[in-house]
C-alpha cells in the first residue's frame, strides 16, 4: 500500500476560494469527516473527540479536567489549572472548531451547534480555575466567535421548521449575549465594529424579510401610508377594517 498522499488527493482535486468538506464512512464502518486543504487535508471523527483520542480514558481532555475538579472540590481542596493544561484544552477546542466549522458547510446544525456549546463550556471552565485573567482571556477572547457560530446553527435548525420567529428571536438573543460578554469583559470599545455582531445583524434583517406579513399588520401599514399622505378618509377606513378584524379574533 503507498503511503504517498497524492495518490489519495488526486481524486478530490483542491479547489482555491472555498472550504470543500464531505462525509466519507471510515474502514471501522464509522462516518469520519473529511476537509480539503491545499496540501493535504483533515479528518475527522463524527462524535466524540476529533481526533478519536480519549485522553485519560476518557472522551476529552475537558471531561478530564472537570472531573479532577470535581474530585478536589468534593474534597475540600483547591483546585487550579495550570498554563500548560489551559494550552492543552485550548489546543483540543482547536480541534473542535476545525470541526464545526466543516460542519457549518454540510449544514449540519445540529452538529455545530454540540461542538460549539462544546467550547463555550471549555471557555467558562477556563475562566473559572485560570490562575490568573490574563490565562483566562487567551481562550475567552474567541467566545463572541463562538457564540455567533452557536446562535447561526440554532436559528438555521429553526428555520428547518420553518419556524422564522423562532430563528429571529434566536439571533437577536445572540447579538444581546455577545454585546453583554464584551461590556463585562471590558471591551465596549468593540460593540460598534464588532464583526461577530454586524455579522448577525445582517442576517437578522434577511430574516425578517421572510416574516409572514398578518393581514392586521398589512392594513397597519397601508393606514401608516395613507396618513403620510394625507388621505384621511382612506385612513379612517382603513382603521375600521382593523378594528373589525381585531373583533373577530
Avoid at 7 to 29: A, M, N, T
Avoid at 153 to 175: C, F, T, Y
Avoid at 183 to 212: H, M, P, V, Y
Avoid at 221 to 231: D, H, T
Amino acid at each position: 500500500m503507498s503511503l504517498d498522499l497524492n495518490d489519495i488527493l488526486k481524486s478530490w482535486p483542491h479547489e482555491p476560494g472555498g472550504l470543500q468538506v464531505r462525509r466519507i464512512e471510515g474502514s471501522d464502518g464509522k462516518p469520519k469527516i473529511q476537509l480539503r486543504l491545499d496540501l493535504g487535508l483533515l479528518q475527522f471523527e463524527q462524535d466524540g473527540r476529533p481526533d478519536g483520542a480519549e485522553p485519560h480514558g476518557m472522551e476529552s481532555l475537558l471531561d478530564y479536567q472537570r472531573q479532577r475538579a470535581e474530585t478536589a472540590e468534593k474534597a475540600g481542596e483547591p483546585f487550579q489549572l495550570t498554563a500548560d493544561e489551559i494550552g492543552e484544552l485550548q489546543s483540543e477546542g482547536v480541534q473542535f472548531y476545525h470541526r464545526y466549522v466543516a460542519l457549518f458547510q454540510l449544514g449540519d446544525w445540529q452538529g455545530v451547534a454540540r461542538d460549539t456549546r462544546r467550547n463555550l463550556e471549555m471557555f467558562s471552565f477556563v475562566e473559572k480555575y485560570a490562575p490568573d485573567p490574563e490565562m483566562a482571556w487567551s481562550v475567552q477572547q474567541f467566545r463572541p466567535y463562538v457564540l455567533m457560530m452557536n446562535t447561526r446553527a440554532k436559528a438555521s435548525l429553526a428555520l428547518e421548521k420553518d419556524d422564522v420567529e423562532a430563528a429571529i428571536g434566536l439571533v437577536e438573543k445572540g447579538i444581546t449575549t455577545i454585546q453583554k460578554f464584551l461590556r463585562d469583559a471590558g471591551q465596549s470599545e468593540q460593540l460598534k465594529d464588532n464583526t461577530e455582531i454586524s455579522s448577525l445583524r445582517e442576517w437578522l434583517k434577511e430574516l425578517k424579510k421572510k416574516r409572514k406579513v398578518t393581514p392586521e399588520e398589512k392594513l397597519r401599514r397601508e393606514m401608516a401610508a395613507a396618513i403620510k399622505a394625507e388621505e384621511y378618509e382612506r385612513a379612517a377606513s382603513l382603521r375600521d377594517e382593523i378594528r373589525a378584524l381585531q373583533n373577530k379574533s
